[in-house]
Structures are given as C-alpha cells and as structure tokens.
Antibody, heavy 117, light 110 residues
Framework: QVQLQESGPGLVKASETLSLTCTVS????????WSWIRQSPGKGLEWIGY???????SYNPSLKSRVTMAVETSKSQFSLRVSSVTAADTAVYYC???????????WGRGTQVTVSS | NFMLNQPHSVSESPGKTVTISCTGS????????VQWYQQRPGSAPTTVIY?????PSGVPDRFSGSIDSSSNSASLTISGLKTEDEADYYC?????????FGGGTRLTVL
C-alpha cells in the first residue's frame, strides 16, 4: 500500500522560501512521477508541479519562476521549494503520486502552511 | 488559459441519482482524459473516476463518468445516493503545459 506523508514548517515569513518534504513508502520513488498540489483556505485545488527522478519536471506556468522540486532517492523523499512567498501562498499542501494520463491516485494527508507578514 | 467550470453546489435526496457537470472553457474536453476526486471535510481528495470513466479499485459502481463532446463537458453521476457521498467533488484534466482542476461542486445529500 502506497503512503505519502508531508512534513515541513507550518509558518513561513513573507518573502522567504517555503520548503516541504514528502516521504514515500510502499512504492519505488524512482519509478513514478510525483506531484505537489495545494488548496488555499476555502478554495479549490491548484496543481504546483510534478517530476520524475529530478530529471523530468513540469511546473504550473503561474508558479514556474518560484518553484523547484527535487527527489532524494536514498531517503525515498521528494521536496518542494517555493521562493518569495506571499500571503497568497498560504494553503494546505498535498503531495501525490501521478499515474498514466495525469491523474493522482494516492495523496498525502496534507500539511498547512501559513505565510506571515 | 484552459479552465474547467463546475456548478458551485448541487443537492439531492438519499437513494436518488445526481449528475455533476464539468464544462471546458475552450477546445475539446474529449482531447484529454478527465478525472473526478471526492473530498470530504478535513480530508485529502480521493479519486472516484479516472481516464473519463474508469473506477479505481474500491470505488462502488454507483459512481460513473462520461464525456459529452457536443457540449464540451464531462459528467460525474452518482446513483443510489448515500449520506456518506456528501462531499466536494472536483474534476481535473490537463493541456500541453498545465494540469487543471475545476472549482469544485459541493454535494449535499438531504
């Protein structure tokens, strides 16, 4: 059974960099695409990006200039960094596994990140 | 930019059938697969339909998905409604550069 668990600071200051990690169990991290998706308070879902082995990445065009994703295979983890954060980046951040034609079969429980001024 | 438009809310009684629509803002929605996710309050989304009309293991056959090219829309149909189906439902698709989610539909089973 594949399981994902997000971790990282719940509070980030405006203009700084948000950093999150997703730990994968039950599936080889180097065999799948992995993704980050966020949900702002009371709002819908927004795809941030996905990657395969840190070699192939694809980011949401609206966030591309501020986002970096990477994989640490030895720890079965992948990460997200969002630079120059503002209040608009306050959200619950989910990591997820991407399968086939861009669908997400397994999600983490999500982690709340609040950007403070 | 390609967008997916969903009704804000729908409601129906237990035992009835409800259909939630997802309309593409441009292009042909049938060009790329559509997925549907269920999100209960305080929980992460789970997939109920993928690749237009496929159900993941464990999802009851009360859930079905379809595409209507003439209206450029996808639909999620839930039959035999149960109170546990009350949740937010999101459609999702993609284009050449982006993965797109609809705004979500709140299903109330009353």
């Amino acid at each position: 059974q594949v399981q994902l668990q997000e971790s990282g600071p719940g509070l980030v200051k405006a203009s700084e960099t948000l950093s999150l990690t997703c730990t994968v169990s039950g599936a080889p991290i180097d065999s799948f695409f992995w993704s980050w998706i966020r949900q702002s308070p009371g709002k819908g879902l927004e795809w941030i990006g996905y990657m395969f082995n840190s070699v192939s990445t694809s980011y949401n065009p609206s966030l591309k200039s501020r986002v970096t994703m990477a994989v640490e295979t030895s720890k079965s983890q992948f990460s997200l960094r969002v630079s120059s954060v503002t209040a608009a980046d306050t959200a619950v951040y989910y990591c997820a596994r991407r399968l086939g034609a861009n669908w997400f079969d397994t999600w983490g429980r999500g982690t709340q990140v609040t950007v403070s001024s | 930019n390609f967008m997916l438009n969903q009704p804000h809310s729908v409601s129906e009684s237990p035992g009835k059938t409800v259909t939630i629509s997802c309309t593409g803002s441009s292009g042909r929605i049938a060009s790329n697969y559509v997925q549907w996710y269920q999100q209960r309050p305080g929980s992460a989304p789970t997939t109920v339909i993928y690749e237009d009309n496929q159900r993941p293991s464990g999802v009851p056959d009360r859930f079905s998905g379809s595409i209507d090219s003439s209206s450029n829309s996808a639909s999620l149909t839930i039959s035999g409604l149960k109170t546990e189906d009350e949740a937010d439902y999101y459609c999702q698709s993609y284009d050449s550069t982006n993965v797109i989610f609809g705004g979500g539909t709140r299903l109330t089973v009353l």
